[in-house]
């Protein structure tokens, strides 16, 4: 079976500090991807990074960084200097098929 | 349970150079084949679907003679990128799918840049 989980519903980060979402996985699919998504208030999703399973090296996409740990099943967010517009809902996703996360809440305080 | 390995997993290529990306089903039969294209902060979009034996219907808006894609066996398809210039630089993702249009299968992508 697979198994996507968020643990933090809800987090509140001041404006610049840099925050990590963790996301955990499991799957014995030895070949797979992790995705980040945000979702806003207006609801559309919106792609913010990918690994790959046998990507050696953590994927990086401006501010965002997958914090990658293949051996504890673990595919963290990483957000640098956090920005009032970056609140919004983000969802942890796992391929080769698509299985959400709970979602975590993430709200920056100014 | 299946498996769809898709090769490369990054590659960099020099402008007017051809890429091929390689996908194939490893313990199914992958008798239909989706590419995808993700665009930066946007959802997947549908470029063309393959069957096996047969050309590809491709959506509106993509070019098929820019993106060629083969899908000569059940287990292999490929997507290749002819004359890549830096606007084709994006994430492209195979996912095979057998019998039912519910029960498919995504290979892990690969990131292309062209420089």
């Known amino acids: 079976a697979q198994k996507i989980t968020q643990t933090q519903p809800g987090m509140f980060v001041q404006e610049k500090e840099a925050v990590t979402l963790d996301c955990t996985y499991d799957?014995?699919?030895?070949?797979?991807?992790l995705f980040w998504y945000k979702q806003p208030s207006s609801g559309e999703m919106i792609f913010l990074i990918y690994q790959g399973s046998y990507d050696e090296q953590n994927a990086t996409e401006g501010r965002y960084s997958l914090n990658f740990q293949k051996a504890r099943k673990s595919a963290n967010l990483v957000i640098s200097a956090s920005q009032l517009g970056d609140s919004a809902m983000y969802f942890c996703?796992?391929?080769?098929?698509?299985?959400f996360g709970k979602g975590t809440r993430l709200h920056i305080l100014p | 349970g299946a498996v769809v390995s898709q090769h490369p997993s990054r590659v960099i290529c020099k402008s007017g150079t051809s890429v091929k990306i390689e996908c194939r089903s490893l313990d199914f039969q992958a008798t239909t084949m989706f590419w995808y294209r993700q665009f930066p902060k946007k959802s997947l979009m549908l470029m063309a679907t393959?069957?096996?034996?047969?050309?590809?219907?491709?959506e509106q808006g993509v070019e098929k003679d820019k993106f060629l894609i083969n899908h000569a066996s059940l287990t292999l398809s490929t997507l290749t990128v002819t004359s890549a210039h830096p606007e084709d630089s994006s994430f492209y993702i195979c996912r095979g799918g057998r019998g039912s249009n519910t029960e498919a299968f995504f290979g892990q992508g690969t990131r292309l840049t062209v420089v």
């Open positions: 393959s069957n096996e034996g047969s050309k590809a219907t491709y």
């Open positions: 799957t014995s699919d030895q070949s797979y991807g």
């Open positions: 996703a796992m391929i080769a098929q698509i299985i």
